[in-house]
């Protein structure tokens, strides 16, 4: 069984970073996706920010979820089997529970790899 592990959540106030690290750590293979999911309390999931990479993708390829463009980056260290998510300006509507997802073999959904989530809350 492949672990998702997140960390780097918690408190924060308005107008401040996080970053938020993704790892699996049992997996000797390059994930071709790595992402960023977060939902909040009585929302539905959203995708944060998408990044390819590895023996199956073209190059690198980020996407952005449309909220937090501009504020958040997402990378990657494939060395590590690692993503990371450099969260900025922080706003109390990015408070929820980002969760990482990894795509290895570019095989769909069902295929998908996801963590227990990290919770994040922007608060004064």
């Known amino acids: 069984q492949v672990r998702v592990v997140e960390s780097g959540g918690g408190l924060v106030q308005p107008g401040g970073s996080l970053t938020l690290s993704c790892e699996v750590p049992?997996?000797?293979?390059?994930?071709?996706?790595m992402a960023w999911y977060r939902q909040a309390p009585g929302k539905q999931r959203e995708l944060v920010a998408a990044?390819?990479?590895?023996?199956?993708?073209?190059?690198?390829?980020?996407e952005y979820g449309a909220a937090v463009k501009g504020r958040f980056t997402i990378s990657r260290d494939d060395d590590k089997n690692a993503a990371h998510l450099q969260m900025n300006s922080l706003e109390p509507e990015d408070t929820a529970n980002y969760f990482c997802?990894?795509?290895?073999?570019?095989?769909?959904?069902?295929?998908?790899?996801w963590g227990q989530g990290t919770q994040v809350t922007v608060s004064s």
């Open positions: 997802r990894v795509d290895f073999f570019r095989l769909g959904p069902n295929y998908y790899y």
């Open positions: 049992d997996s000797k293979s390059t994930a071709y996706e």
């Open positions: 990044l390819t990479g590895g023996p199956l993708a073209r190059g690198n390829s980020a």
